[in-house]
């Protein structure tokens, strides 16, 4: 019988060494050594499976790959030193001089800038659809489209698009279907179970969930993440087994803690969602979200991120920010710590008032990542910054 998700995450680990260690131990070491040179050229040769260098493999490394490619339901997975380094690693493998890509608008800051500016550089042609309007994408599908590309929810504007219908797309057209699944982690949504090719992961986010290390994977079929391997290994993003082994443990306690994130979090919403001093609020499994049947459909809970709009615009949500007595102001997300946001003020604060609200954030748009402390410890510290920022 397969392993229900909480039994692999605890379960998978690497070999026990003669020590018979309970827990994974660490393996802080930049290369391995051979019993003799025909070992070396057998390893360097692929002929047998060995570590080499810590740039290619390292035990700790794999020990996290391989739950994450349980997790998700893939065939193998890769691991990288920051999420960024995963989505460049998982276009670059694939995409080429004079292909194209079609990605969704509502994308991370950094993918947005990568696409829209450096991709360009290597004549990488790009596009980009609507959320909400998954019909049209077949209408941007250029001859030369390699891969489509997509966060669902999406950060921060907690977008969310049907994967099914996605996945369909692109099989009938040959392209690679790549899901940034950050927000929603492998807990609460397999994008492979509905027709992705590679699913990428910021693991700095909800995975590590203690805001302690950086690090990305990519997951996906064994050939393509074959090929990711082989550029990581020539290019030298590789994740450090420090920062694997963090997460490594961190994935034992995913189930749990995506269940107490999401319970808060949709707490949190409801109770927003009944206060005067807001204008609106965004989250998945708020019946008000436009997409909520999306979100029911593919998702096992609504994932700890919400969005709310705060009526009286930018000064207010400055001074609601400032009014916060226990929550952290913090770029990061994913934390056991609740963390606010003003997306306006930081995060997007280089794109115009028009752009903005093209990936949905006004100028009182707050992102709250709703940790782990008491519920009733969260919405008093929320409640009380509202009634002084007045
Ligand atoms: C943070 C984030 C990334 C980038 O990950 P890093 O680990 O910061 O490099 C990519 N996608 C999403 C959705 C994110 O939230």
Redesign the pocket.
Known sequence: MKKKFETIAVRTRMRQTQEKEHSSPLHLTSSFTFDDAEHMRAAFSDEIEANIYSRFSNPSVKEFEDKIALLEGAEAAFATA????A?FASFMTFLKTGDHILSAREI?G??HTLISKYLPKWGIEHSYFEMGKPKEIEKHIRKNTKMIFL?TPS?PGLDMIDLEIVGKIAKKHKLIFNV?N??ATPYLQEPIKYGADLVVH????FIDGQGRV???VVAGKKEMIKEIYLFCRNTGPALSPFNAWVLSKSLETLAVRMEKHSENALAFAEWLSKNKEIESVKYPFLASHPQHAIAKKQMRAGGGVVTFIVKGGYERAKKFMDAMEMISISAN?GDVKTIATHPASSTHSKLSEEERKAVGITSGSIRISVGLEHIDDIIGDVEQALRKSK
């Open positions: 920051t999420g960024m380094a989505v991370f950094s993918t966060e950060n940034d950050c927000f910021s693991a700095t986010k950086m690090g990305g997300l």
